[in-house]
């Protein structure tokens, strides 16, 4: 399959592509189906999660044992009781249990107080400072994805550098001339034959891959869907020797949480669809033999104010903690817990971890490309990842 016919290949495809319905742990674990040792570049595969509006950090990975946390958030605050607690002063939103077994196997990082310098409290303008990796006071116009698969090309065998679904905007692949977009009416030539819009909720491809996994009932839950049976069908390795054509990058979009009002229910909502999405999506990955080959990662524009408004709800931040998971990820508590005593002037968190440090983690680990050449200035890599 060539790279610009990536979404025109016929119903007619071989079948040797299509995933059994009846694949499971047995057909993942014999020999054609062999996890090979970790590849040098794109062989690994990278998936953003874009969780759109700026979530709400403090109700998310909750610092439940500073009372600050509770004098700020008098409405709002996730009661001790209800939380998920992970240490002693660290607890999640009763929301994100379905991430419980990946914790619980050291297969979830958590990043807490991750940020910019000179932050911008604008959703356009800081998205689209996370989108290119740029400074606060610097535009730059290329994704930083497009910048890396500009310096180092994926292979031609691939179908495309990276696809988004679920959203318009490229957002890091900007500008990447083998980027491809599955998302709203106006979709490239060709994908109506994997994609199909059904009252707004994307629907799987016809004739594609059948899954075991079950999908969460959203328009999230749908586009990891999408995403996994495009794995299934064109990504697969399908012999220890012989690697699958597929992608580099996948992006997909977790809409809703500017949650200006009535924070409470709205984030719970879309904290428990981010979770069950990520817990299927492990699932997915492990069914296709592609979980210790996959790195995960949360992003957002920013986090939230430490303190509620009048709206039950929180205005614009500063940082937010954000998640990394995967087979070979080193789990746990990373960066810097959210210090309630040491607000800014405007009564923000400051920042713990330049988020380009993430993109670093990626770019030299994962990749092992030149971060530095790709990013325009050098950013030390965190250790998140068993390679």
């Given amino acids: 399959m060539k790279r610009r016919s990536f979404l025109s290949m016929s119903a007619a495809a071989s079948a040797s592509l299509w995933l059994p319905r009846t ?3 047995q057909a993942v674990t014999s020999p054609a189906f062999q996890i090979p040792a970790l590849r040098r570049g794109y062989g690994k595969l990278l998936i953003l999660v874009e969780l759109k509006g700026g979530n709400d950090g403090l109700n998310t990975v909750i610092p439940f044992a500073d009372p600050a946390y509770y004098r700020l958030r008098k409405n709002i605050g996730v009661k001790r009781e209800q939380a998920i607690q992970l240490d002693g002063r660290t607890a999640l939103h009763p929301s994100l249990e379905p991430l419980m077994p990946l914790w619980q196997s050291g297969q979830l990082a958590i990043i807490q107080g991750v940020g910019y310098a000179q932050p911008n409290l604008s959703h356009f303008r800081s998205i689209q400072i996370w989108d290119t990796a740029a400074r606060s006071d610097q535009y730059l116009h290329d994704g ?5 698969f500009r310096s180092a090309s994926v292979p031609a065998g691939c179908a495309a550098d990276g696809v988004v679904i679920g959203s318009a905007e490229m957002g890091p692949l900007t500008h990447c001339p083998d980027a491809k977009a599955l998302a709203g009416p106006k979709r490239i030539a060709g994908a109506e034959k994997y994609i199909a819009n059904d009252g707004g909720r994307p629907r799987p491809m016809q004739h594609a891959a059948q899954l075991t996994t079950a999908f969460p009932c959203s328009a999230f839950g749908a586009s990891i869907e999408t995403a996994m049976q495009l794995l299934a069908a064109g990504d697969m390795p399908r012999a220890e020797t012989e690697k699958g054509e597929g992608v580099a ?6 809409n809703g949480f ?5 924070q409470p229910y709205r984030h719970r909502s879309l904290l428990k669809q981010l979770a069950e999405g990520l817990a299927a999506m492990r699932s997915a990955l492990t069914e296709l033999g592609r979980w210790n080959d996959t790195l995960v990662m949360t992003y957002g524009e920013f986090g939230r104010h430490p303190r509620e408004n009048d709206s039950n709800g929180t205005d614009h931040g500063t940082v937010a903690p954000h998640f990394i998971l995967g087979g070979r990820v080193l789990g746990g508590l990373h960066g810097a817990p959210p210090e309630l005593g040491r607000l800014d002037g405007r009564g923000n968190l400051p920042v713990g971890v330049d988020f380009r440090r993430l993109y670093a983690t990626v770019l030299t680990r994962w990749w092992r ?4 050449a790709i990013l325009r200035q050098r950013f030390e890599p965190l250790p998140l990842l068993r390679v």
Wanted: hydrophobic residues 50%; proline residues 4%.
């Fill in 144 to 148: 930083w994805l497009a910048r890396a």
């Fill in 249 to 254: 990058a996948i992006r997909l979009t977790l």
């Fill in 23 to 25: 694949l499971g742990a």
């Fill in 258 to 262: 500017d949650t200006h009002q009535n």
């Fill in 369 to 372: 490309l030149d971060a530095p």
